[in-house]
């Protein structure tokens, strides 16, 4: 069985887009940690304001273990959310998984970020753009360390960046069904 799908990637890089154009693409299911914590606990803002961060951080580890036991059991696309590379335990699930990291840049996604956007760790304050940059320093080789394969998506469409990973994906798969030593995390792409 092919094994799921898990995109990473700081706060507004496409993740919940470009994962469900990937799971239309390998007609796939679909599934967000983001959304699984709101229809489970309520919007994310309400929930850092109740149980704070560590809060949150709880119950999207308990999402992203949920999901990956749905892909290791079908065909399945999964879009984390910004943070959840945080836990280590969430990261080791990820690294044994195909994980594909989504690269931008402050420029790609500033205007996707400058104004609220239901992400309390950007809406806090006034400067949304410093707080991504900041955010983003400490995650950047989180993400790198997880992954499999780092796709940029500047200049890309969804479409486009949903055909590139599907594409990198079957040569994996197809490659593991002659060397199934390639699945084996420790044999992992040089980034
Ligand atoms: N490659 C792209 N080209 C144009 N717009 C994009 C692209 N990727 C994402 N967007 C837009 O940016 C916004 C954020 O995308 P999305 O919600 O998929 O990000 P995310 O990585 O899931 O963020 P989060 O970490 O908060 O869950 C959406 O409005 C989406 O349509
Ligand atoms: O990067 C982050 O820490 C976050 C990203 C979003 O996907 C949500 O998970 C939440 O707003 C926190
Ligand atoms: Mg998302």
Redesign the pocket.
């Known amino acids: 069985m092919r094994p799921g799908i898990f995109l990473v ?10 994962g469900r154009a990937v799971a239309a693409l390998l007609e796939a299911g679909f599934v967000d940690t ?1 959304e699984k914590v709101v229809q489970g606990a309520g919007p994310i803002a309400g929930i850092f304001a109740e149980q704070g961060e560590a809060g949150f951080r709880r119950l999207e580890s308990a999402a992203l273990a949920a999901a990956a036991e749905q892909a290791d059991a079908g065909p399945t696309v999964v ?1 984390t ?2 943070g959840a590379v945080l836990d280590p335990a969430n990261r080791a699930l990820l690294a044994g998984r195909f994980t594909v990291y ?1 690269l931008t840049d402050l420029e790609t996604v500033a205007p ?1 970020v400058r104004t609220a ?1 239901g ?1 309390p760790l950007l809406d806090a304050g006034t400067d949304a753009l410093q707080r991504w940059t900041d955010i983003f320093a400490v995650r950047e080789p989180l993400y790198r360390d997880c992954a499999q394969l780092t796709i940029d ?1 500047r200049g ?3 479409a486009e ?1 949903a055909q590139a990973i599907v594409d990198a994906y079957r040569r994996r798969t197809d490659a593991a069904l002659t060397d199934p030593a390639l699945t084996d995390p420790a044999r992992r792409d040089p980034r």
């Open positions: 990637g700081p706060m507004a890089s496409g993740k919940t887009i470009v983001d879009a959310g910004g989504l996707r956007t992400r998506t890309a469409t969804p960046l």
